[in-house]
């Protein structure tokens, strides 16, 4: 069984997983009704990653003989500034579950909990994937800077992102 405070800090972090998700759908949604198909389909492909995420750490707890306590998902916002301001919003929302996923290996560290720091490493290494995608893309909007005919080229480039179950 995990101890108390690491299985505190798991159903934390799946409540947050699935807040991404519904975060990540929500600009899918708004993207949708902008009419960027493209951007739309990789933000919905990014809420399938999140929603995965969320299920590799409720499996997880399943596994270690813990109980899942599932909390409400807080509202998501719906509405955005501009195409770069969603893209800054996820790279910002990246950097806040890097930082929460490293606060729980803090806490497996200081538990001595070894499964869940071997565990947590497949996450850690995501992050920076995550991160490295929304900055990416975050840098290429700054350079378009506003000009549709680039907000379409990448809309074009996006839409031909398929999803992979990472898990
Ligand atoms: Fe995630």
New binding site residues.
Partial sequence: MLKEKVLKAINQQIN??YY?AFLYLSMSAWFQGKGFQGLANWMFIQYQ??LS??NKFFRYVNERGSQVVLKPIAQVETDFQSVLSVFERALEH?QF?TDSIHKIMDVAIEEKDYATQSFLKW?ID??VE?EAHAGEIVDKLRMINGHINGIFMLDHQMGKRVFVSPT
């Fill in positions: 947050n997983e991404s990653e999140e995420h969320g990246e579950v996450f995501e992050q995550e």
